[in-house]
Every structure is written in C-alpha cells, then in structure tokens.
C-alpha cells in the first residue's frame, strides 16, 4: 500500500541520518570503550531503539493526515506534508551535524546546554563563528543538497495514498497505531522506554554514542520543564532522606524550619570584622594549576600566592556549568536537580547568599562582571538575593581590552580596586563577588600581558587561563599597595574545569578545581582533604571572624571539628557522592553503582548500599529544599 510504502521510505530515511552519525562517532572514540566488558556493538542495536522512538513521533502527523484527511484537499495535503517532513528533515540533520562539535566541547552528545545557550546568541554565536566556521559551512551544505534531494519529484509524493478509499484509509489507522505505540513505548513494562535505556554500559562514551542527539535534546527540555528528574533517581520519604544528608555532612540546624540553618561561631576573632572578596575564575580547573597538581606553567601567580595563604589542594567543584559553582561559593550549596538555581523561579527572592547574610552586619555587597550580567540570568538572581549592586560591561568606561564576552580580567581588576578603595576610604564594610570572563571561547585576550605557551594556540584554554593567572597576581598586587588589604579576606576558586571529559560515568578528576583563600591573618598552610564550594565560602567566612553567623550553607569550614570528607558532584543527570575514595554515583532509571576513586579514574566495586541510598537522599533533599523555598 503506497500509505506504507511513503512511512517506511521516510522512516528510513531518518534512521539513516541516525546511524551516519552514530557510526561517525562509533569510529572516533572507539578506542575510549574498545576494552569494556559488554559488547561494544549493541551501541547499535539500542541506538536503534533510540532512533526508532524519535522517527515515529516525528513521523505521526504523516500518519494522522494520510489515514483520517479527506481526498478533495489531497494536493495541498501533499504539499503540507513534504513541507513538513523537509524541516523535520533539516532539524535532524542540523543536529545531527552540530554532534561532533558540540562533542569535541563538552564530551557528550546535545543536551540541554544545547538549548540553553541559544538564550544567549549574541555571545554564542562569536564563540561558534569562530571556533567553527567549516563545520557550519559543511553543515549548510549537506542541508541545501538534502533539500534538494529531498523536493525533486515532491509534487506527487504523497498524491497516490489517497488513491485508497476514505474507508479502508480509516481502518488502517487503528492497526499503524498500535504499531507506532509499541514502537514508540519500545518497552511492554510499566514505564516507556526513554533516555535510560541507552545507558546499557558503564562506560560513559559508549552510552553517549548510543544516545540520539535530538531525543536527548528534547527528553532534556521535557524532564526540566516539568521536574520530572528527580522521581527517576528512586524513591525515598522525604523525612529520611533529610535526616541521612544531615548525618553525611554532620549538619544539626538550629532552626525549627529550615534543613540546614544553624548557629555558627568564628574560629578567628578580630578587633573588626573582616571584607570578603570572591573571585571566581572562569573554567580553571585543577589540571592547570602546579599547586595543586596540575600542569606547571601555565599559573605562576596562583602557585607563588599559594605560598603564603590557605591552598585547597583538592577541592571539587558542584558540577560543570558556571551557573553551578556560583551558587556553590556564593550561596553555599550543592547543585539541585534540574535547572541551576541561577535560573529558577522559586530561587530569585529569598534565597540565601553571602550577601543576604552579610547585609544586616551593614555590609555593602556588589558583584562584577566584565560580561553582560543578564547572561545566565545572573543580575535577576544576585539583584535579587542581597546583592545592592551588579557591575557589568556596560558600567566600564573606556575599558582597555573588550573581547567576545565582555571587557578583560585586568580592566575587571583595575575598577574592582577602585571600589574597594572607595569603599574603605569611605569607612564602610564590603562584601563582593567577582567573576572572570577571559577563559571562554574564542578565547579572547590582550594577547601582550603573558609569554603565551609555547605549542598551542594562540587563542587557547591554556593561554586563557594564563592571561586570567596574569589579572589575579596583578589584582592581589594592587591590593596589597591599598589599605583595605589588611582588613580583607580573599577568595580566588575556580566555578568548574574548562572541559569535562573522560569515560568514567563522572569524570571525578575533571571536578578538581583550584582554592585559594588570602588575606593578612589567613593561616599560611595546605589543606589536603576533600572540599567542596561550600566548603570554601563557610571556611571564607569563618576567617571574616564574625560571632554568631547563621546560615545554611552546606558545608563547614575547615577549621570545624564537623567537617567531612564528602563531596557532591552534579553531571549532566548524573550525581556522584564521594567520601573519601569512594563513590556512589546514581542516574534515572538506572541501578546505582558503587565505585572506588584511584589514580583519578572510577573502579566498579561491590554496591554499598548506604552510600548509594545517602547520594539518592541528597537528591531529594536538595528538590524538597528548592520547591519548599527552604534555603534560608
């Protein structure tokens, strides 16, 4: 029957746009899983599955206009159904195509971070151009020739399926119905199959080459709209939940409301309470930095400051997005289910942060950025958490050096000093956060301040990163020419790694990030256990010496005798709960896994099952704290 015969065709024809890329990416990274214990080449088998499911929803209104639309309008039917098969056919090939790029990124297929940066098209768009001007070209091309393809003969391609008669058109609905509802299931359980079922190894790479990247964008959107993520971890009593996150990070609030609020007293007393300056440095990671591990060369001045202050030397980061690691060091918690709290709804009044803190100890509080603070919804959130002012790009005068995502770390520095000496001239307590930009595709930078590293680009992480190490040692050395050095404390930490990869389910070792925390009075000493952002901000603000703070940060300082040796660590929808070197990693709809940490990969071991059952606790906790608005 030519209804039949046109629904196969197209449906072939997307599953061969599937499989291109799959057996693209199958043949790139195949040396990544080539070594796992389960055969590499169902990949293909469940890819199909995957592909199968999306094929048929895009495919359904074909079926619905061919089976139920009557005869008298077939020609514009025609036409209204090539039409719309061509742009469901340039969609997929679009991101099909965008796979490999988005991978050579961020070591995954699309996903909502795919989605999420089209919010930002002026700053994304610089970065794409530039970094991926063949791609797109070869792109458009594969497009306008599928196209081509595609509409050659169009003007009847659909005309002989309304040949059959309205009546046996009809019938045949009831029996392609059942047979897209099984196809699209894919599962005769209780649940549907969905994003899960291609995560069949416990090697990360081979599950992302199974994925479908369309699906995986769309599932991503569908799950974070409607807080569908967290009941796929598993299911657990809230009460419980609470209390087993409270015994993990040995936490007893004080206040009969809110999880985590308690009293806390300063380890260091001052004759005057201290400032408090975070700077948070864009995408620099552990592996960077030789104080704590990494690559030699390319911090001089975070590894000559880590001389003479509080070194973390391994400290993880929330997750992988900056949105995460903000709310880590400047609110102090760990990265909730879904949507980063930056942006969502419930997280834009009354959300606890250092300034909200800070602000009835008559504390001035301001945040800059060098970049548009509407990016990543930042103004909205620290505007309006406690933060009386929001320093952006727009507010430089003159500025020295403007890149892709703003002005340069220096000129960030330069008028950051300038605010704090006005600040303390003016005898007035500050608080402030500030966030670096030049560690960013395209990686934009005055390229005259550092001997760029010698063997990789010119516009490189690695130069980046330099140029950003060259704006923290000239920060703290105008600093520390001012007055207000003696009575601040400072913070420089990394939001998260500049790239995440690795073929562990969490690439754990690509969560380290550089800590460091300075100041005339701060302990010269290194700190070897696990950390976390809240622990850094809580150990931050213990060194401010102020008595009595209450807060809910999730976290202790340091220099508490309640502190753990226990991380949280956000990736993609994947969370993994560390104490110390071992790790339980859970995923929706999937069994936990229990897993050692050595030599900075993960190895299978025997579950422990209350390490899995605390990780999925800290999940629940952390959705019931947000919807509840409990963060105070």
């Not at 072939?12 to 990416?25: E, N």
């Not at 007293?265 to 440095?281: E, G």
């Not at 060194?543 to 990736?571: C, R, W």
Request: aromatic fraction near 14%.
């Amino acid at each position: 029957m030519a209804i039949i015969k046109q629904l196969l065709k197209h449906y072939f024809y997307l599953i061969a746009l599937f499989f291109i890329t799959r057996l693209a990416l199958f043949i790139w990274q195949f040396d990544r899983f080539s070594q796992v214990s389960e055969s590499y080449w169902l990949t293909f088998l469940y890819g199909l599955k995957m592909d199968t499911i999306l094929a048929l929803v895009l495919l359904l209104p074909l079926l619905l206009l061919l089976t139920l639309a009557p005869k008298i309008i077939s020609n514009f039917l025609n036409k209204l159904m090539v039409y719309y098969f061509l742009l469901v056919l340039m969609l997929v090939t679009f991101v099909e195509s965008a796979t490999l790029p988005f991978f050579i990124q961020y070591d995954v297929r699309p996903n909502y971070l795919f989605v999420e940066y089209l919010e930002h098209i002026r700053e994304v768009s610089s970065m794409l151009i530039a970094d991926y001007k063949l791609v797109f070209l070869i792109t458009f091309v594969i497009m306008y020739a599928l196209a081509r393809a595609y509409l050659k003969n169009s003007s009847t391609r659909f005309i002989a399926c309304f040949d059959l008669s309205y009546i046996k058109r009809v019938a045949l609905i009831l029996p392609l119905l059942l047979i897209f509802s099984i196809g699209i299931r894919s599962s005769f359980g209780h649940r549907p199959a969905n994003i899960s079922d291609a995560l069949y190894s416990s090697n990360r790479i081979l599950n992302e080459v199974t994925k479908n990247s369309l699906y995986s964008v769309l599932y991503a959107i569908y799950s974070k709209k409607y807080d569908k993520s967290v009941k796929h971890y598993g299911v657990m009593k809230v009460d419980d939940a609470i209390q087993r996150v409270k015994r993990r990070l040995n936490i007893q609030n004080t206040h009969p409301d809110y999880i985590f609020n308690r009293t806390i007293n300063t380890h260091f007393k001052h004759n005057q309470n201290k400032n408090l300056v975070i700077f948070i440095q864009e995408s620099m990671g552990a592996q960077f930095a030789k104080a704590v591990g990494g690559e030699s060369g390319v911090t001089p001045h975070f590894n000559q400051l880590a001389n003479n202050g509080l070194l973390f030397t391994d400290a993880y980061s929330n997750g992988t997005r900056s949105i995460r690691g903000l709310a880590g060091l400047v609110a102090g918690n760990f990265s909730i289910p879904g949507k980063g709290v930056l942006k969502r709804n419930k997280s834009q009044q009354d959300f606890f942060t250092m300034a909200s803190l800070l602000k009835s100890y008559q504390y001035e509080t301001v945040f800059l950025y060098g970049g548009e603070s509407r990016f990543d919804n930042m103004k909205s959130w620290f505007s309006g958490n406690g933060f009386e002012r929001i320093i952006e790009q727009s507010d430089f005068i003159n500025p020295g050096y403007v890149g892709s995502w703003g002005v340069s770390d220096e000129d960030l520095i330069i008028r950051a000093n300038q605010e704090f000496k006005t600040y303390h001239n003016n005898n007035q307590k500050f608080a402030a956060v500030m966030f670096s930009t030049s560690n960013h595709a395209p990686f934009d930078f005055p390229e005259d301040k550092i001997d760029l590293i010698e063997g990789v680009a010119v516009k490189s992480a690695k130069n980046a990163i330099k140029y950003a190490d060259y704006a923290i040692g000239q920060f703290i050395k105008l600093a520390q020419q001012e007055d207000y050095y003696k009575d601040t404390i400072f913070v420089i930490a990394a939001d998260h790694d500049v790239r995440v990869y690795g073929d562990d389910l969490v690439p754990v070792n690509h969560f380290h990030i550089p800590a460091l925390i300075l100041g005339q009075g701060v302990p010269t000493m290194t700190y070897n256990k696990i950390s976390t952002q809240p622990d850094i901000l809580a150990t931050a603000l213990d060194l401010m010496g102020i008595e009595n703070l209450t807060y809910p940060i999730q976290g202790h300082s340091i220099f508490s005798d309640k502190k753990q040796n226990v991380a949280l660590m956000q990736f993609n929808d994947y969370y993994a709960l560390r104490q110390d070197d071992k790790v339980a990693v859970i995923r929706p709809d999937k069994e936990a896994l229990t897993f050692i940490y050595k030599n900075e990969q993960l190895k299978l071991t025997t579950h422990d099952k209350t390490l899995e059952e605390d990780a999925l606790a800290f999940v629940i906790t952390l959705n019931h704290l947000y919807h509840n608005k409990l963060h105070q």
